[in-house]
C-alpha cells in the first residue's frame, strides 16, 4: 500500500468552507498537462507555494489530503523506467505515423492511450521541476567541482483520474495566504 500526501494549490476566493465541502477540484482545461483530473503536488508542499505565488498572483490556499496509490495503477513517470520507456516508444510509434508535431503535449499521449484502452492507470505522475523557471530548489552537490545536484524538494505532480479508487481523504487547509 503507497499512502500518499498530496497538496492541491487553489486561488484564494473567501470560499474556504466551500472548498472544504466540495473540494478537491478537477481540472479540465484544455492545458492540463497530464489531461483532466485532479492535480495534485505529491509529498513537498514548496511547489505548491510557488504555484499559488506565481500563478495565482500570491492570493491562494493550500489544501492536504492523502491518497492510496499503488504501482500497478500508477503511470510513474518519475520512477518507473518502463513506464517512461512505453511513453516514449509510443511518441515514437505516433510520429512513424506523422500524428506528432510542435503541438503535441504529454496531455495528447495519454489521451492516445486511454482511447486505445492500453491505459489502466488511476494516477500519473510526473516530475515538473524544470518547468518552473525560478522555482527555489534544495539541493546538494554530488561531487565538488560539478554542477549535478540532488534535488531535495522536486515538483513532482500527480493527476488523480478517480479518486474514489484513490480512497482519498483527510482533506483540509493547511495555509491560507490572506491569514497572518
Known sequence: MALRTVYQTLEFRNNNDQVLEHGPYDCNKSNAWL????????????????WGKTYNKKSYIITIGEC????????????NPKHLRMFRETIEYLNDLGLVNEETTVAHI????????????????????ESFRRYNLLSLKFAINYDIELNLNPA?????????KSCFGNFKIVYDSSQP
Open 110 to 129: 495519454i489521451d492516445y492511450l486511454m482511447k486505445e484502452e492500453v491505459f489502466d492507470f488511476i494516477a500519473t505522475r510526473a516530475n515538473t521541476t
Open 156 to 164: 513532482i505532480q500527480i493527476c488523480i483520474y478517480d479518486l474514489e
Open 35 to 50: 489531461h483532466s483530473g485532479f492535480y495534485f503536488w505529491e509529498e513537498f508542499i514548496e511547489p505548491a507555494h510557488h
Open 68 to 79: 492510496v496509490i499503488t504501482e500497478e495503477e500508477l503511470f510513474d513517470l518519475v520512477g
